[in-house]
């Protein structure tokens, strides 16, 4: 069975940076489309950004933009997320996803994506 496994989430002050990890298990990463999606209770899930499986072409939300990147090492079958300049409004349960590849279609649609992580959660205090 797939597992992604996410960590890296924790506490932080606002303008300090986190790196969030996902490991992906008895799955090739390497072919695949990966990103990072988060969600507050209340609120609706939000893509923060995504890459292909080259690493040639990454996709970020409008509010992470210049903050945040999408690494990946498909070596390892890992996919980062790397958060500079946190804000309060970040705080949030962060999720990793895997899905096919495929061109057309959103970015941040969440149904582009058969794997979901369990979840790690950043919390930024201003």
């Known amino acids: 069975q797939v597992r992604l496994v996410e960590s890296g989430g924790g506490s932080v002050q606002a303008g300090g940076s986190l790196r969030l990890s996902c490991a992906a298990s008895r799955y090739s990463g390497s072919s695949n489309y990966m990103g990072w999606f988060r969600r507050a209770p209340g609120k609706e899930r939000e893509g923060v950004a995504t890459i292909v499986p080259s690493g040639f072409s990454t996709y970020y939300a409008d509010s992470v933009k210049g903050r945040f990147t999408i690494p990946r090492d498909n070596a390892k079958n890992t996919v980062y997320l790397q958060m500079n300049s946190l804000k309060p409004e970040d705080t949030d349960m962060y999720y990793c996803?895997?899905?096919?590849?495929?061109?057309?279609?959103?970015?941040?649609?969440?149904?582009?994506?058969?794997?979901w992580g369990q979840g790690t959660q950043v919390t930024v205090s201003s």
């Open positions: 996803a895997a899905g096919p590849w495929s061109f057309g279609g959103a970015w941040d649609d969440a149904r582009r994506f058969n794997f």
